[in-house]
């Protein structure tokens, strides 16, 4: 099925959603013409799966060590795996083309190899330099669920390199041999993978990628509707920043080491609002990972463009 484009426009941004994976795939500022994503609408379907560019992932973000109820054996799934909800045509359900778009899905008791007939809907809005992302979810049985937007930003930057970032966050989820979170706490002070300040990205390039769950700092206080700060990622050379927030209680931050031909590594940045990874499997995700029979989840993810003035370069008199 070829993907369905919307459009949404503010005074401030631009924005292009596809139906496939209910997924951003543009991201545009107007003021300075710049494309601030990898371009979601200029890939094949294939490519844009591998890589879940741009896509709503679930029903399970990141990793997730699980037993099949019916076989008995143990695997791994990495964001839902081949259900995952970034691979689905969503129906888009209603869209006023100058703010808002919606769209839905909705997976069998059993796919993925998860329990439950489930209902996913995510709703974008447009509010001049802000997009907001509502991820939803219903289930009739018990069942792990954990929803994130999975875009790729580039803020007009070449190279990872030549971004900085800022993370609300003082830990970082351990992770096993398979790379799936323990639920153990590793404090980042005084390590390469410390943000809370604001550092340059090329500072931990090379030997040690970034590809990391940070346990946001408001994840011990007070949860509810309304977001808290997550991430500041900058490009000093244009002047444009994006502020995340989010009611989610962690952000997966990740420089795209694993992107391949046609894409360049390290070409972008996901910063992945999102439940705790493999969160079912220790007590510190545990309440907040499993969805109850006849209830629902709702999560808000906020995407805030900020342009600021570039300094005039200095002109020495001689």
């Known amino acids: 099925m070829m993907s369905?484009?919307?459009?949404?426009?503010?005074?401030?941004?631009?924005?292009?959603?596809?139906?496939?994976?209910?997924?951003?795939?543009?991201?545009?500022?107007?003021?300075?013409?710049?494309?601030?994503?990898?371009?979601?609408?200029q890939w094949a379907a294939d490519l844009i799966d591998q890589f879940c560019i741009g896509g709503t992932v679930g029903p399970y973000a990141g990793r997730l060590q699980h037993k099949n109820g019916v076989t008995g054996e143990s695997s791994v799934l990495l964001h839902g795996s081949n259900s995952g909800l970034h691979r689905l045509d969503w129906r888009l359900?209603?869209?006023?083309?100058?703010?808002?778009?919606?769209y839905s899905t909705s997976l069998n008791h059993g796919d993925g190899g998860l329990p439950g007939d489930r209902e996913f809907s995510v709703r974008y809005t447009l509010e001049n330099d802000r997009l907001v992302i509502d991820l939803a979810a219903t289930s009739n049985r018990d069942t792990p669920i954990s929803l994130t937007n999975h875009a790729y930003f580039?803020?007009?930057?070449?190279?990872?390199s030549d971004l900085s970032l800022q993370i609300n966050a003082h830990s970082v989820l351990?992770?096993?041999?398979?790379?799936?979170?323990?639920?153990?706490?590793?404090?980042?002070?005084?390590?390469?993978?410390?943000?809370?300040?604001?550092?340059?990205?090329?500072?931990?390039?090379?030997?040690?990628?970034?590809?990391h769950s940070y346990v946001l700092d408001s994840a011990e206080g007070e949860q509810g509707l309304v977001p808290h700060h997550a991430a500041i990622l900058a490009n000093s050379a244009n002047g444009i920043s994006l502020n995340v927030s989010t009611t989610q209680p962690c952000l997966q931050a990740y420089t795209a080491s694993q992107l391949s031909e046609p894409l360049k590594p390290y070409s972008a940045v996901c910063l992945e609002a999102q439940g705790f990874p493999n969160g079912p499997s220790y007590m510190l995700g545990r309440n907040e990972s499993v969805v109850r029979a006849g209830h629902s989840v709702s999560q808000r993810i906020v995407y805030h463009i900020i342009e600021n003035p570039v300094a005039e370069p200095k002109v020495s008199e001689g």
């Open 154 to 160: 580039t803020l007009g930057a070449r190279s990872v």
């Open 4 to 41: 369905n484009f919307t459009y949404l426009e503010s005074s401030n941004l631009g924005v292009m959603l596809t139906s496939r994976g209910a997924g951003l795939a543009q991201l545009i500022s107007k003021g300075r013409n710049i494309e601030l994503l990898l371009d979601a609408s």
């Open 93 to 102: 359900d209603h869209t006023d083309h100058a703010i808002t778009a919606s």
């Open 174 to 211: 351990e992770t096993d041999s398979l790379q799936c979170a323990t639920g153990a706490l590793l404090p980042v002070a005084n390590t390469r993978l410390d943000f809370t300040g604001q550092r340059l990205l090329a500072d931990v390039q090379g030997p040690l990628d970034l590809d």
